[in-house]
Structures are given as structure tokens and as C-alpha cells.
T-cell receptor, first 116, second 109 residues
Framework: GAGVSQSPSNKVTEKGKDVELRCDPI?????LYWYRQSLGQGLEFLIY????????KSGLPSDRFSAERTGGSVSTLTIQRTQQEDSAVYLC??????????????FGDGTRLSIL | GESVGLHLPTLSVQEGDNSIINCAYS??????FIWYKQESGKGPQFIID?????DKRQGQRVTVLLNKTVKHLSLQIAATQPGDSAVYFC????????FGKGTRLHILP
């Protein structure tokens, strides 16, 4: 499709398991962002990519969180040894460039992660 | 650090009336502002944006106003419809984009 695609849409897993979330950005978009949104809350920035590199990882909450992007396209967010506080909706967004004014981010519908 | 906030967490508006959603920002260096709409179970959807060299920008049924003197941003929705029910987020950009916490717009029949 033409928009940002995220998979899975829902993920339920047991505490302590690892999870991998996937994001397919809009074709040609060089910038890719990951956010976390808890119920009824705003967006918490996690990390962004420009191409395959991640200039800003400042939002990753702990070393259990990591992300990579390959081929300047698909990105995966990995959470190791999941904890209950990791339960949230994980949103991915992409934009055609990272620093230009007038380049809004386009979001996917997110992955709803529930840790039992 | 700098932050974006909203005056009202919930706004109830009669169907057909105009809605005004407000947002305060504190970073005077921000040069770009965006409004997003988020429906339940969906990701934020881009509505309209404005650059800091503008005071007003209009889209289809929506208008964004920027007052840099008081660091205030507003989103006006004309003739509010049931489909406008959602959470609306403002965002500002300096070196990175910062999102506000959102305002829920509730449409009264």
C-alpha cells in the first residue's frame, strides 16, 4: 500500500520473552521514527533513522530496546526480556526528509503490545 | 527541556458548530508546527501544518493559527461532524519533533 505498514497489529506475549516489531515505511522516505504511546497518553519518542543510521537513540528507555533498519527501508524494533511496563502501542512514522520544514511524518496504525 | 502542551484535555462541541483546539508551546526556536488527528485504534493522521513565517493556513474545513508572540497554536474545525471525534495532537519542531499530550474532541448530537 501507499502508507506506513506495521506488523503485527497486535502482540500478546509473556513477561521475559523477546518481541520484534516491524515497520515498512512509505517508499522513498529516508527518515523513519519509532514512538511509544501508552493508553490515553501522548507520543514518547524512541529513536529515528536517517537512511540506515540512527543519529538519535536518546528515547530508548533501556538497553533491552534496540532497533535496526536495513536497505534504507524496513525497520525492526526489538524488545528483549519484556516487562509489563513495556505494554503500549508502538508507532512507526516516516517522512521524506528529516530536517526539512514542511515534511510531516506519516504514521502507521501501530502495534499494540500486551505483556502478560 | 522545552515542551508542547494543551490547555484542555477534553472538548465537547455540538455537531455543526465550529471547534477550536488550543496548544501552547514554549520553544521560541521552533520553526514548524503540525496538527494530527488520532482516531481510536489508528495511528496519528496528518491534518495541517504551518511554518513559523506564517500566521494562518487554511485547509479543507480546518484552519491553523499561529501566534508567535504568545507562543500559541490553534486548530479550528468548521461545521464539526461526528467523524471529527478523535484526539488531536499538536507538534512543534526545532531540532526534533515534540508532540503535545492531546485533546479529545467529543461531538454532541
Amino acid at each position: 500500500g501507499a502508507g506506513v505498514s506495521q506488523s503485527p497489529s497486535n502482540k500478546v506475549t509473556e513477561k521475559g520473552k523477546d518481541v520484534e516489531l516491524r515497520c515498512d515505511p512509505i517508499s522513498g522516505h529516508t527518515a523513519l521514527y519509532w514512538y511509544r504511546q501508552s493508553l490515553g497518553q501522548g507520543l514518547e519518542f524512541l529513536i529515528y533513522f536517517q537512511g540506515n543510521s540512527a543519529p538519535d537513540k536518546s528515547g530508548l528507555p533501556s538497553d533491552r530496546f534496540s532497533a535496526e533498519r536495513t536497505g534504507g527501508s524496513v525497520s525492526t524494533l526489538t524488545i528483549q526480556r519484556t516487562q509489563q511496563e513495556d505494554s503500549a502501542v508502538y508507532l512507526c512514522a516516516s517522512s521524506s526528509q528529516v530536517s526539512g520544514v514542511g515534511q510531516p511524518q506519516h504514521f502507521g496504525d501501530g502495534t499494540r503490545l500486551s505483556i502478560l | 527541556g522545552e515542551s508542547v502542551g494543551l490547555h484542555l484535555p477534553t472538548l465537547s462541541v455540538q455537531e455543526g458548530d465550529n471547534s477550536i483546539i488550543n496548544c501552547a508551546y514554549s520553544n521560541s526556536a521552533s520553526d514548524y508546527f503540525i496538527w494530527y488527528k488520532q482516531e481510536s485504534g489508528k495511528g496519528p493522521q496528518f491534518i495541517i501544518d504551518i511554518r513559523s513565517n506564517m500566521d494562518k493556513r487554511q485547509g479543507q474545513r480546518v484552519t491553523v493559527l499561529l501566534n508567535k508572540t504568545v507562543k500559541h497554536l490553534s486548530l479550528q474545525i468548521a461545521a464539526t461532524q461526528p467523524g471529527d471525534s478523535a484526539v488531536y495532537f499538536c507538534a512543534e519542531k526545532d531540532d526534533k519533533i515534540i508532540f503535545g499530550k492531546g485533546t479529545r474532541l467529543h461531538i454532541l448530537p
